[in-house]
């Protein structure tokens, strides 16, 4: 159709503002997804516990300033020798929907930090996964900060002052980072976009509150503090799209398992429909190949386990060879990384789609609860 989506969670209020506060996980999660995000991973360069301890808290403060559409303090200072704190470039935008989601990486549960016994249980660097051709320069991180906002410079304004206060402390320095756009998931409410190989993603995801609760909330294990936290896994996965728009429309819906236009699965007419993933044709062949993305990555065919994907699509223009530039951020959430591990394990080996793509960029966090107002990001680790 020529029209735009108009589910009611696709429509753009630049006025909506979420909450910093009080929340069960933090905002970001659970939040429908924006349109744009700003991604950045940050090292640790101060091995002082308090200059952690002073990072988060002013990232807290900060962080609830701007969701709210404000700035973190003065833009044109009275005095002209003194330097603006916010840097401006947000003003009048609105809040936009900004949500900033913020990881504790591997290492700031060490003996370094005096740490090591708050460590969330199921916090370690991910295992090695079939077909991964991981960069260290995209790779890691002690800690993450997702800015989504439906303006991009309302999400870019986030990071740049967040990553500012970073330098100021001298706690943590900026590491690696994606920019991405339309939304490659979809939350309550909202119409399923479209990834940059064109098919409907996100059509089977998380959306229930009684699924939160079971595969993303942290419920018990490690320290109270943990309770309503989750883990997030990153991965920068290039695409190769210029060969993949050559490919044949049949082979295409085959390697996803759906059909393109409609996202229906093959074995279905509507996108909603269930795969019956025993379904075979008259020649005796699975209608959902064994090797199809979803037949490998859906909870009927895990022992159950299920996912939040909150990705976008991004771009990092041309390459050195002259070819479109192009990828998925993948984003997920979920009570215990294994659950990822499992599903890539499978991906990595058999997924129709490793012809197109390319896991070159990782990461993995610890996302603590939201913090009740006048606390700050993982406050009672510190006590
Ligand atoms: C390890 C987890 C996953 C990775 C990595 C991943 C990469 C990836 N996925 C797409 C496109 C689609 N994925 C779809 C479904 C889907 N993908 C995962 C997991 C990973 N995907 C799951 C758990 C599911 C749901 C499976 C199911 O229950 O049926 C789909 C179909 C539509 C949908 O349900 O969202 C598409 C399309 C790309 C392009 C990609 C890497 C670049
Ligand atoms: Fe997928």
Redesign the pocket.
Same mark, same amino acid.
């Given at each position: 159709s020529a029209t735009a989506a108009t589910d009611a969670g696709d429509m753009l209020d630049l006025n909506r503002r979420y909450d910093f506060y009080g929340e069960v996980g933090q905002a970001g999660i659970r939040t429908p997804p924006q349109r744009h995000i700003f991604y950045m991973t940050f090292d640790l360069t101060s091995p002082l516990r308090r200059d952690l301890q002073v990072l988060l808290a002013r990232w807290s403060g900060a962080i609830a300033q701007l969701m709210q559409g404000g700035t973190i303090g003065q833009v044109e200072p009275s005095r002209p020798n003194a330097t603006g704190f916010d840097t401006g470039e947000a003003l009048d935008l609105g809040p936009a929907s900004l949500t900033v989601t913020v990881g504790l990486g591997p290492k700031v549960f060490t003996d370094t930090y005096g740490l090591a016994d708050q460590k969330p249980p199921l916090l370690r660097n991910l295992r090695q996964l079939p077909s991964d051709d991981l960069k260290p320069e995209l790779t890691g991180g002690d800690l993450s900060v997702q800015a989504c906002a439906d303006d991009p410079q309302v999400a870019y304004h986030a990071v740049r002052d967040l990553a500012r206060i970073a330098k100021d402390t001298g706690a943590a320095a900026t590491r690696w980072t994606v920019m991405g756009f339309g939304r490659a998931s979809a939350g309550k409410g909202q119409t399923t976009p479209r990834?940059l190989?064109g +098919?409907?993603?996100?059509? %089977?995801?998380i959306i229930e509150e009684a699924d939160f609760e079971k595969f993303i909330w942290l419920k018990e294990g490690g320290p109270s503090w943990q309770r309503n936290g989750t883990y997030q896994v990153v %991965?920068k996965?290039k695409?190769h799209i210029e060969n993949w728009d050559t490919d044949r429309i049949g082979d295409q819906n085959n390697v &996803?398992g %759906?059909f393109k236009v409609s996202?229906a699965p093959l074995t279905g007419a509507e996108e909603f429909d269930t795969?019956d993933f025993r379904k075979q044709d008259p020649g005796g062949n699975l209608v959902i190949p064994a090797t199809a993305?979803?037949r490998l990555?859906?909870?009927e065919n895990n022992n159950g386990l299920r996912?939040l %994907?909150r990705s976008y699509n991004y771009t990092d223009g041309i390459n050195e060879i002259g070819l479109l530039d192009a990828? #998925?951020l +993948?984003i997920?959430y979920q009570n215990d990384p294994a659950h &990822?591990e499992t599903?890539?394990e499978k #991906?990595g080996a058999s997924d129709a #789609?490793n012809e197109y793509?390319s896991h070159i960029g990782s990461g993995i966090f610890f996302v603590p609860p939201a913090p009740r107002k006048g606390s700050y990001i993982a406050q009672e680790m510190f006590t």
């Open positions: 990834n190989l +098919f409907k993603d996100g059509t %089977r995801n %991965r996965i695409m &996803f %759906r996202g795969p993305h979803i990555a859906a909870h996912i %994907r990828g #998925l +993948f997920s &990822f599903i890539q #991906l #789609l793509i």
